[in-house]
């Protein structure tokens, strides 16, 4: 039979072609896709998806949740390279949604992100998608919008190239996921709330039984002393661990000696997964829809929004069982491929977090940084970064090395463009470095916003951080991420990923930043909110170094861009769309500005992502038209919602009621309590955050002057301040329209599993400013005091028994709603 050409080459010249094949992958993936029309002629494939509610029951509990074409997740989307893709959604429900095509280099109006770059899809609306299909690979589509991934509005999508790149027989895309019977809405609300309710459903609290168990009083009070709450990996609680919908599945149509890859898409809203795999170890073949040379690899952490490919061959004595396990150890799922006995994937062990927080604590971690600081427009990042660090001796220096002598980095005696860069940007002498750096720390000792373009090469006036002088850059990626779970180093690009010599860098420090006791998460201690746009250029290189200043892990995700993750292979280093960024430690990424528009970057933990921990980065172009009429302010101040909740407690010596409706910056707050000896007291007051521990106050409180009686009120007005001390002791320094000064303080801890220990201490002061005291006293002083138990039943009940030197002592119930 006659031979193509194609084919010719291929038998006679393999290698040429597969170096042919990889350059132009690379290549293309990081050329923009600007046209929205088929310009190319390509074969059009088209796609109806119709997003609409349904009852679904995975735990025994029916729940109302959101579904595409009836399914959770939604269809597997098949197309080839070279196609031309339109897609028609349609929303069936009575709220608002969206698309976002994740990992997809598409035109800037389709990427999906209501009020940014696309228009939000309402009610009985249809939107339709078009783009060219420039890249291969695994990638996925959600819904930006609110909570909604959560509730089930995702799916896969599978590119298959142009030309098959790896030897396999046949595709099995699996999607893992998290589920929660809860209403999303509602567990971001006890989040804000900073309960310890889902620590307690997973075991997980670090109650001081445990603590003295473990010999570990003296990293627990050092966390304490940063005001730091429990270790935690995952903030939330799941039901339900899924792959394709199911917690276990089974695929047994494939037949012994088969070669099938298995392409991954970890499609969670805040679950990180551990694979493990039966049988041989898989071969790792891709990350993020880009190829990476192939690697065995039995274990490997899917972050949230990440895809990783693999090829496994079917044994002929038995089915290989694969496990996702959460990183946080609350569960797992399975998916067993092909027939007979099961040859068991290995259990991961769950993560032993006192264990933890000793290590993190023996490395004298400086931790705490501000989610919300005093002054949202100064650029104060770098100091951040070098006061919120840790110390762990020999790496510690090591890393100090790098930092200091980024520009002597070489890799496979090739210069990696993380040292050309440095050598770009920084001509200058010792003495002119010395000048600018005691310029700019009188700068921001005066809080100026001033500074010379061409010293400091701001991001044109935005307030999220510092263009690094070379001195700062993390030159060696291979120090950051010490623990090698958490890195990439393992991920190799098969072609060169470094780009050319002659493009301007423009160098960022995002230093990652959270409040766990309020929930509130954002970027160099500003939230979403008070940001303003990341402004870059066309035609350079945009390097971030992201560090996190948190006990969380981090998915960054980058819209419509492809970014490199910068790791020992240098030159060859991996090109991802999404990032993990592990506890206090740093990751460096860079990537070719070549857009145009606003793009979306963001944690995607959905969870963060809601409190602030999101950017938008702009190209400083004109806004699409289409676009005028939808308000960005819809998608920018999302964290600014009011949250609000109470708390009744009813006991046989007092009754008392909480009621908060909080943001990030703004607290109300009532508070009432009622003593069965007919003593009263109420307070209403509003309270303004000026950073995560610093918050002022004013109002009104209503109480009664005289013991056992209810015929004389009292109504004086107050203003203080409030202050989170170390020890998670919370402080109120105050004084009333009767010029008398009260402190307070009060705190709360686990002692037991569910059993919360918490007291309160008041001392007013009256020296007779307004009204007269006693003959031949100078002081009055009154006292309050609680002391008490209480014993969560479940996330909104408690029982609760308590003393309180006014009404004394007492049981009863506690209702949180």
């Known amino acids: 039979m006659k031979q193509t050409f194609t084919q010719v080459l291929i038998t006679k010249f393999p290698l040429i ?101 696309t228009p939000p899809l309402r009610p009985g609306e249809t939107f339709t998608y078009k783009f060219a299909i420039k890249q291969s690979g695994t990638y996925w589509y959600h819904s930006h919008t609110g909570l909604q991934e959560q509730r089930g509005v995702y799916g896969s999508i599978q590119i298959n190239p142009k030309e098959k790149d790896f030897e396999y027989d046949k595709d099995l895309v699996l999607v893992l996921s998290d589920w929660v019977d809860e209403n999303p809405d509602n567990q971001l609300r006890n989040l804000k709330r900073g309960n310890e309710w889902y620590l307690i459903k997973k075991n997980q609290v670090q109650s001081w039984d445990k603590i003295i168990k473990q010999k570990a009083v003296g990293a627990k009070l050092k966390m304490m002393w940063q005001r730091m709450p429990d270790m935690a990996i995952s903030d939330n609680y799941h039901d339900l661990f899924l792959i394709n919908g199911e917690n276990k599945q089974e695929y047994p149509d494939f037949e012994p000696g088969e070669k099938v890859r298995l392409r991954f898409v970890n499609a969670a809203s805040a679950s990180y997964f551990w694979l493990t795999f039966g049988g041989e170890d898989p071969l790792l073949i891709s990350a993020d829809g880009k190829n990476v040379i192939p690697i065995n690899k039995n274990k490997t952490l899917i972050s949230v929004a990440e895809t990783y490919d693999y090829i496994v061959t079917i044994p002929s004595n038995g089915k290989l069982q694969i496990r996702a396990t959460s990183q946080d150890g609350s569960g797992e799922a399975s998916a067993y491929i092909g027939k007979g006995p099961t040859l068991a994937a290995s259990s991961v062990p769950k993560p032993d977090l006192i264990k933890l927080m000793k290590e993190m604590m023996a490395m004298d971690m400086k931790m705490g940084a501000p989610a919300a600081k005093f002054q949202p427009r100064k650029s104060d990042s770098i100091r951040v970064m070098e006061k919120y660090s840790m110390s762990m001796g020999e790496m510690d220096m090591d890393m100090e090395k790098s930092m200091n002598k980024s520009d002597e980095m070489q890799m496979d005696t090739h210069k990696d463009s993380t040292q050309m860069a440095n050598e770009k940007i920084d001509h200058s002498t010792a003495a002119d470095k010395k000048e600018m750096q005691q310029k700019r720390e009188m700068e921001m000792n005066n809080g100026e916003e001033e500074h010379n373009e061409n010293e400091m090469n701001e991001m044109d006036g935005d307030n999220m951080g510092y263009v690094l002088p070379a001195d700062k850059v993390i030159g060696d990626p291979m120090k950051t991420g010490s623990n090698p779970e958490f890195n990439y180093n393992y991920l190799k690009s098969p072609e060169k990923t470094n780009f050319e010599e002659d493009k301007p860098v423009r160098e960022m420090l995002f230093n990652l930043t959270g409040n766990m006791n309020r929930y509130v998460w954002s970027i160099n201690g500003v939230p979403l909110s008070e940001a303003s746009k990341i402004k870059i250029k066309q035609g350079e290189v945009v390097r971030i170094t992201l560090n996190n200043l948190t006990m969380m892990h981090h998915p960054m995700h980058l819209h419509g861009h492809f970014f490199r993750v910068l790791n020992k292979n240098g030159e060859y280093s991996p090109l991802k769309h999404t990032v993990n960024v592990a506890p206090m430690q740093k990751v460096v990424i860079e990537f070719d500005a070549n857009e145009s528009g606003d793009w979306f970057f963001h944690c995607h933990v959905l969870y963060h992502m809601d409190s602030g921990m999101a950017r938008v980065i702009s190209y400083d172009t004109p806004r699409d038209e289409r676009m005028k009429r939808f308000a960005l302010g819809n998608l920018t101040k999302t964290d600014k919602h009011l949250f609000t909740w109470a708390e009744l407690t009813v006991a046989s010596h007092m009754t008392e009621f909480f009621a908060t409706t909080t943001n990030i910056r703004n607290q109300v707050r009532l508070r009432g309590e009622y003593g069965w000896n007919k003593n009263l007291e109420a307070e209403l007051t509003y309270e303004r955050y000026l950073n995560s521990y610093f918050r002022i106050f004013g109002g009104a409180n209503l109480e009664n002057e005289n013991e056992d009686s209810l015929n004389d009120l009292e109504t004086t007005a107050v203003v203080g ?94 209702m949180i709603f």
């Open 17 to 117: 072609i597969l170096f042919s094949w990889f350059y132009s992958f690379a290549t293309i993936a990081q050329i923009a896709n600007l046209q929205e029309e088929n310009i190319d002629n390509w074969p059009e494939r088209e796609y109806h998806l119709i997003i609409d509610y349904k009852e679904v029951n995975f735990t025994g509990k029916p729940v109302k949740a959101m579904t595409i074409n009836d399914g959770i997740p939604g269809p597997n989307l098949i197309f080839e390279e070279e196609e031309y893709a339109i897609i028609h959604v349609t929303n069936n429900m009575e709220e608002e949604t969206s698309v976002h095509w994740h990992g997809m280099i598409l035109p800037n109006y389709f990427d999906g992100v209501p009020y940014l770059t």
């Open 721 to 814: 301040i409030k202050y989170f001390l170390p020890l998670l002791i919370d402080s109120d320094l105050r004084i009333d329209s009767k010029l008398r000064p009260q402190i307070g303080l009060s705190t709360a801890t686990m002692i037991f599993r569910r059993v919360l220990l918490y007291g309160e201490f008041e001392y007013q002061m009256d020296f007779g400013w307004v009204d007269d005291l006693p003959d031949g006293s100078d002081l009055k002083g009154e006292t309050t005091w609680q002391v008490g138990l209480e014993y969560f039943i479940n996330r909104d009940w408690r029982i609760n028994a308590s003393y309180d030197n006014r009404f004394g002592a007492g049981a009863g119930v506690a």
